[in-house]
């Protein structure tokens, strides 16, 4: 046995994958598995695999990032569009459970702990975490807190209306922010630049398998199609990031997310114009904009921190 | 000589008005004059009317509600497109001049600040005021405090582009969130309707002056022109307050501004399409949507509080 560690949970809506991580942050031990679909199978998923670890390493806390709104208390999974818990006393029913103190958090605000206590985010206070994927997340850190609203729902900038009457999205509504910026809005776009342009030729065309990530590869080719659509990814989040420094006015913005890895094909010209369309433009300041460092484990890193704080907080209650 | 007063101005392009105000937040005495277009001179006449006043007044501070950027710590007006300062550092300037404690604050923060201490959100602690008027402002109060962002500009919603290749904006960009939700866009959105529809009868035709204001008046007599365009101010405005829920997740939102007196012709719709638009919809509490208490004089009673703190703080210090 080895001094403690925390295991950090990332639940996402196919599969979690789980850590045991070493208060520097390290992931000394890992596990991925498929995410159950029923509510109580999730949460003996999870106990089973915190009781895995067990053999080999002494658990201090267990925390959960979640892909899904959390009560500004961070006891209840209100929503999860991709998991089953509903209104669910999740961190009470895991404790008892588990014998241990167990976090949740939001899954992009787990990852910007994380980013802030190890990753591209270190020593900046008042910054937002901009994660672009399939979809888009966000957190505002504020003097090294995390804002959670008065809800906790904020700040969520994927379904705001950025076109009317635009593009449908798995929301319900129409022309929403995600369906323009994001992993899936590149695959989106190059299928509809494919479909209004049959004469260019383009090594997406017969493309078996068409994704965001086949499409970033094409741009690095000079795919014309494949260029195209990047180039329309970095016009809309030029001006989602400057509806984030209009709205939240960060110091520094760092983007994250499975987009993040090609951030030199579209990030520079997105902060281009990022800066010409913020309000005040040439009279104040403007946030730097860098990239995460932690990638994918960035959530996982993050919760389980948040975790040790409970205890480490248990421990000095002795 | 009464007890000490604080003077309050509120400075916008056109006017400048000042009033002497208790610790109550009563206006006892007030006064109103054109705002020079000069910088010196905008500063003599700050310093004339505080004057003015002390013949009849005990001045404890002055307060100052600028339409315009300051940095973070109130020391320096950076930019305010109707006014002759830039880069100015007016709070020490004018301190000098006064010799009283001299406090600066954002017009909307101001506003904001009057309406949490003697108005529509007393009792609120996490709240947004959101100013529809000839554009719109916007404040974040966070436990009680004005929300400032890493260099003194946010909340902006005003120059947010929400319809691609929209109607320009004095602001250099197209499709400005303001263009379509505001004073000024009522009545924009009036003459276009007008234009639109040539046959239909209406009070707006021949009117010798169209403005937000006679929109809303044709409105409330039921005319057909009047009515579509306020259907569409509503509408848009549900839709910015879902950005502001999704993005800032207030527990309460105050609509002020000088649109707010009308809020019973186009508040109802706005928030039922607010509550419709909001990420999880259904899932999640929604904020109260309320109308601000203190009219066009919130900025100057709420400066004047804030600028009476500096008073009480230097009388503690003795």
Redesign the interface.
Known sequence: MSTPVTIGFDIGGTNMRAGAITEAGNIIDSTATEAPHDADELQEGIVRIVNKFRADHCIGAVGLAIAG?LDPDCEIV??APHLPW?DRHARAELQAALGVPVRLEHDANAAAWGEYKFGGAQGHD??VLFALGTGIGATLMQDGNIY?????????????????HGRPCA?G?RGCLERYCSGTALEQTARELLADNPITTSILSDHPELTGKTVMDAARQSDPIATAAVTSIAEWLG?AL??VV???????ILIGGGMSADHDVYLPQATEIMAA?I??SG???V?TVSTAKLGGNAGMIGVADLARQLFIDKNQQK
Chains 1, 2 share one sequence.
């Open positions: 709104f209100r929503f509903r008042n910054w959670r609203g008065a809800f906790g729902t904020a700040p969520e900038f994927g379904h705001i209306q950025v076109v009317p929301c509504k001006l400057s509806m209009d709205i939240l006015d960060p110091g520094m369309n309000v005040g009279y104040r300041p946030p």
